[in-house]
């Protein structure tokens, strides 16, 4: 058989594999068989990427649905879930996430008072450093490093097990035996995030505040008493408790976009990958735009 215009040469082929070609070619290729590998136009790819853009869009807006329907189950006290997942989950979410809140809360409260000491510094006003830190970690930083942490920690770790568990067919396993994946699975985790949040956003506070005040100390010469009266008399209950709920609808948001990128997850193990790379890149963007949200808001509020 002739390719590329070279003819073959058979004769050097087992005697078996002479008769597998020739059986191969006893029946003539069907016509139209081969498919012309062509690259698709712009307008094609727009139209794909605006398709798959809305598909993925029914299927949040399902999967939130979903998820409100099953608290709505959860506040009638219908919902099924194992009480030792749960306090497992409380526990990786809380506990275990301290030492990288505590770190990168006291880097960010550093270098916030740094960047601020060298600007107030050349007027005289080293001891606004204090209500610079304060008001920024209490508003939104704490909030905001707290959520991303956690959508990278968590999200991640969300969508991985979750994916996991749909490539080895046991999510599957748990829909044959009569337990809802969303109430079994997903809701211990929406539930863990949402205890845990605030508490970790309070916990980043106060570390933040305090890496101000070491800069503060170290390079203003303030005394910590006087650090900690500035930033008291900065802040208020109302700013606090605007960034607590701020980091409880980042937790929601975190949870939301890892189990659902879980359980959107292929049937490979490289789709597991995929799931916990997506959940962190859409728990992160999430956050952000909530932020932005929270800030207008807030500004029109008066908060």
């Not at 590998?37 to 809305?54: D, I, K, P, Q």
């Not at 490093?145 to 748990?174: C, H, N, P, W, Y």
């Amino acid at each position: 058989m002739p390719a590329a215009g070279h003819p073959l040469d058979r004769e050097g082929l087992p005697l078996g594999v002479q008769k597998l070609l020739a059986l191969a070619e006893a029946v003539p290729e069907r016509k139209g068989a081969r498919r012309d590998v062509t690259e698709a136009s712009f307008l094609e790819r727009l139209g794909t990427t605006t398709l798959g853009l809305a598909g993925s869009s029914k299927e949040m807006l399902a999967f939130l649905g979903d998820i409100t329907i099953t608290f709505f189950a959860l506040f009638r006290l219908k919902a099924h879930y194992r009480a030792s997942d749960l306090f497992l989950l409380i526990q990786q979410c809380g506990a275990q996430a301290l030492p990288i809140v505590t770190l990168i809360s006291f880097l960010v409260g550093v270098i916030l008072a740094f960047v601020g000491a060298v600007q107030l510094k050349q007027f005289g006003a080293q001891i606004y450093v204090a209500d610079l830190v304060g008001i920024a970690m209490v508003h939104d930083m704490a909030a905001m490093m707290t959520g991303i942490i956690m959508a990278g920690r968590s999200g991640a770790a969300f969508a991985a097990q979750l994916g996991t568990m749909k490539v080895t067919q046991e999510v599957d396993a748990l829909t044959t035996a009569g337990f809802s994946p969303l109430e079994f699975l997903v809701l211990p985790r929406v539930i863990a995030l949402i205890l845990m949040m605030p508490l970790l956003c309070l916990y980043a506070d106060f570390v933040g505040v305090l890496g101000g005040a070491v800069i503060g100390v170290a390079m203003l010469d303030l005394s910590w008493t006087t650090y900690f009266r500035e930033t008291m008399n900065a802040l208020d209950l109302t700013d606090v408790f605007g960034g607590v709920f701020k980091a409880a609808v980042y937790g929601i948001l975190i949870a939301f976009s890892g189990c659902l990128r879980g359980l959107q997850c292929g049937n490979s193990s490289s789709a597991v990958g995929d799931a916990a790379t997506s959940a962190v890149v859409t728990g992160i963007v999430a956050i952000v735009v909530a932020c932005g949200v929270f800030a207008v808001v807030f500004y029109v509020l008066g908060i």
